[in-house]
T-cell receptor, first 116, second 110 residues
Framework: DVKVTQSSRYLVKRTGEKVFLECVQD?????MFWYRQDPGLGLRLIYF???????EKGDIPEGYSVSREKKERFSLILESASTNQTSMYLC???????????????FGDGTRLSIL | QKEVEQNSGPLSVPEGAIASLNCTYS??????FFWYRQYSGKSPELIMS????GDKEDGRFTAQLNKASQYVSLLIRDSQPSDSATYLC??????????FGTGTRLTIIP
């Protein structure tokens, strides 16, 4: 089974802090994604990456950056945390190998981040 | 118009009945379609995927796809209380990205 591991389930930080959320997958997947999920807004894509050192902006990249130095690890960085970044953050990975219908995104357990 | 539309619910279904969840999408380039189940406070988990027009069955679950109508549905037969969750529809376009609907909240009534 695919395992996507997020470093923290719950995190509390203060406004203005630099926050790092880490995600590791163990299936040699090419693609990795960061989402945030808020009530009534669903899952919104922040950033994604097709390969090491590559990154693409999603729908809501403002206030965030990412790093992918190794294939299995994708980090989300909040440069200067603000209260409107309080949310559930979800990491996912997927492969480009095999048939299209067999290439879903697999999610980690999520990090519930509170910015005070 | 939203890219992926789902009835937000809540949809209440008696235990043992069939639950029918619907989804329409706007991107005609969507190649494959995924249904995820999400329990409250948990992350989404994949339950079905479909690529070709028609029906695909997996146990109590049946996914139906009609690309001409830009419509995908999920049927859950013999609904169980454990099926109570939010169901997310997610078409995938050519760029590996999934676009998620806001989900339908399903409640199975014992």
């Amino acid at each position: 089974d695919v395992k996507v591991t997020q470093s923290s389930r719950y995190l509390v930080k203060r406004t203005g802090e630099k926050v790092f959320l880490e995600c590791v997958q163990d299936m040699d997947h090419e693609n990795m994604f960061w989402y945030r999920q808020d009530p009534g807004l669903g899952l919104r894509l922040i950033y994604f990456s097709y390969d090491v050192k590559m990154k693409e902006k999603g729908d809501i990249p403002e206030g965030y950056s990412v790093s992918r130095e190794k294939k299995e690890r994708f980090s989300l960085i909040l440069e200067s945390a603000s209260t409107n970044q309080t949310s559930m953050y979800l990491c996912a990975s997927s492969t480009i190998r095999g048939q299209l219908s067999n290439q879903p995104q697999h999610f980690g357990d999520g990090t519930r981040l509170s910015i005070l | 118009q939203k890219e992926v539309e789902q009835n937000s619910g809540p949809l209440s279904v008696p235990e043992g009945a069939i639950a029918s969840l619907n989804c329409t999408y706007s991107d005609r380039g969507s190649q494959s379609f995924f249904w995820y189940r999400q329990y409250s406070g948990k992350s989404p988990e994949l339950i079905m995927s479909i690529y070709s027009n028609g029906d695909k069955e997996d146990g109590r679950f049946t996914a139906q796809l009609n690309k001409a109508s830009q419509y995908v549905s999920l049927l859950i037969r013999d609904s169980q209380p454990s099926d109570s969750a939010t169901y997310l529809c997610a078409p995938r376009g050519l760029n590996e990205k999934l676009t998620f609907g806001t989900g339908t909240r399903l409640t199975i009534i014992p």
